[in-house]
């Protein structure tokens, strides 16, 4: 039901029309003729009964800033992996819709910078002038995308401030296939020698560690005696990349390398691997990283690719992808089909296997006797 209610300053009337409908937020808005707030209220009721309004009202009352800032504030420490990121990324889509209200932050206007950031040529100012910054890679582009997704639903949820997410019409950037770079045996070698003669006492233990799990960066280099059981043989790592428990076995010269590490650890950190200057901050293992790598004369190789060699020696080994998928976390077998290639001589000889139980030699196709 609509009411109406007629307001004067300077001498200049108003007229703000209010529609209350059952099971429905309470919208207005202002006119400067009677008739209009009419016309508005009776447009305004049927699209509420027939579900087609979009409330623009709080829209045009909040800024594109507002929501960073609001995001940064409220959000940010509730997301303690990615919030600082998203941050940084957010700031980055402030300086081209800063100025502008929600309501006219519009899926195509993103759609233009998101095509912008990954050219390098953004457009600056009121003339559109073009300045070239560096190129971002897709995954890049659609990291930032993420970031904008992530407020805007925020937005949409909890603050009621837009009625739509702007970024359901925003298609992502298609990405390439990721690479697999994995140690050869003879690059294996060498770079374990050079990680074991590194200066850095520890390093050679983090590698192994890397190549027995398939556990990534940050699991290693956080990885917390609380999370270590030697009892039962598991490392069970609690600060994952989806926030999900993941247990792996602890086996062989992992195993040992860290049950000897145990017995001399720092009492006064939980980390295994705990900074020289502050033992409550992990350890930063990048520059003896890359020092070894390049003793051992390792190219186009990254700490992440550990896991990728992890991987591909248990599909060499013939483990199920359905298996090496729990080993490294992935939700989904996609993830784990790049290594497919690499096990089919297993599947050849599991098929040869097989015929030769249910086809022995003795039996004579029909067609040979």
């Not at 006119?31 to 045009?60: H, S, V």
């Not at 800024?63 to 919030?83: I, S």
């Not at 930032?144 to 009621?160: C, D, M, N, P, R």
């Not at 976390?329 to 015929?355: C, F, P, Q, W």
Request: net charge positive; with cysteine; proline share 4%.
């Amino acid at each position: 039901m609509a009411s109406f209610q007629k307001r004067e300053k300077n001498g200049k009337p108003s007229y703000t029309a209010k529609i209350r409908i059952k099971g429905h937020k309470p919208v207005f808005n202002t006119f400067d003729r009677l008739t209009d707030a009419r016309d508005w209220a009776a447009k305004t009721e049927t699209e509420i009964k027939e579900g087609l309004y979009k409330n623009i009202i709080e829209a045009q009352r909040h800024t594109f800033t507002e929501l960073v800032e609001r995001f940064k504030r409220d959000v940010v420490p509730r997301k303690p992996k990615v919030g600082k990121e998203y941050a940084r990324q957010l700031e980055w889509w402030r300086t081209h819709l800063g100025d502008l209200t929600l309501n006219n932050v519009s899926s195509a206007r993103i759609s233009e910078l998101r095509d912008q950031l990954a050219n390098g040529t953004v457009k600056w100012g009121t003339n559109l002038k073009e300045k070239k910054t560096d190129k971002r890679s897709h995954a890049t582009v659609n990291r930032y995308l993420a970031a904008l997704s992530s407020a805007f639903g925020i937005a949409v949820k909890e603050w009621q401030w837009i009625d739509e997410n702007p970024m359901r019409r925003v298609s992502k950037l298609k990405e390439p296939r990721g690479r697999v770079r994995c140690l050869t045996e003879e690059e294996r070698e060498r770079l374990l020698a050079a990680c074991k003669d590194s200066v850095n006492p520890h390093l050679y233990m983090a590698v192994v560690l890397a190549l027995s799990t398939g556990a990534r960066q940050q699991e290693i280099w956080g990885l917390r005696w609380s999370e270590v059981n030697f009892e039962t043989g598991f490392i069970t790592f609690t600060e994952t990349k989806n926030d999900e428990f993941r247990s792996v076995p602890l086996e062989g010269h992992a195993r040992e390398l860290l049950l000897g590490h145990s017995k001399i650890r720092r009492i006064d950190s939980d980390l295994v691997f705990p900074s020289k200057k502050n033992p409550v901050v992990r350890h930063d293992f990048r520059d003896p990283w890359n020092k070894a790598l390049v003793v051992a004369e390792v190219e186009d190789f990254r700490w992440h690719d550990l896991r990728h060699s992890c991987a591909s020696y248990l599909a060499i080994n013939g483990v199920p992808m359905l298996t090496i998928a729990k080993i490294l976390g992935h939700k989904t077998l996609a993830m784990v089909h790049r290594y497919t290639h690499l096990n089919t001589e297993h599947l050849t000889e599991a098929i040869s296997d097989m015929n030769r139980k249910i086809f022995p030699k003795k039996d004579i196709w029909p067609n040979q006797k």
